[in-house]
């Protein structure tokens, strides 16, 4: 009877210990189900972030060819306004000596020069400063 106890507590114990080994089993499996879940959500915040940054970054980029052709439209326009005042800067200091110059005389009066496509233009033959336009 005694040796009956003695087994039947010693199933007993080692089914108690397998019973812990499920339990802790059972709950390192949820550990990592949960731990596997916040990678996921965590990769899918990840992901939406890097597509958003993505679509930014597509704008940013339109946005920029936008502004480098129209700097490329500006730079022309400005070679070409800084080209016209010289031209009336030439115009102006070559006027000052048309009086001298009989030539002259019959196409620049004090107060009229002429612009690039040869119309009358009316102003004051002072250098013009490329500065005091902007």
Not at 11 to 34: C, I, Y
Not at 74 to 92: F, K, Q
Not at 104 to 131: E, H, K
């Amino acid at each position: 009877m005694e040796r009956r106890r003695k087994r039947r507590k010693e199933s007993n114990r080692e089914s108690a210990r397998r019973s812990r080994l499920r339990k802790q089993q059972h709950l390192d499996d949820l550990t990592s189900q949960v731990y596997v879940k916040q990678l996921k959500d965590q990769n899918k915040q990840l992901s939406m972030a890097l597509s958003i940054t993505s679509q930014n970054l597509v704008a940013v980029q339109a946005q920029n060819s936008v502004l480098q052709t129209q700097k490329m439209e500006l730079d022309s326009r400005l070679g070409a306004l800084t080209e016209i005042l010289c031209y009336m800067n030439t115009i102006t200091s070559t006027g000052a000596s048309a009086s001298t110059n009989p030539a002259m005389v019959n196409n620049i009066t004090s107060s009229n020069s002429y612009d690039l496509l040869g119309a009358s233009c009316t102003w004051n033959q002072q250098p013009i400063d490329l500065y005091q336009c902007f």
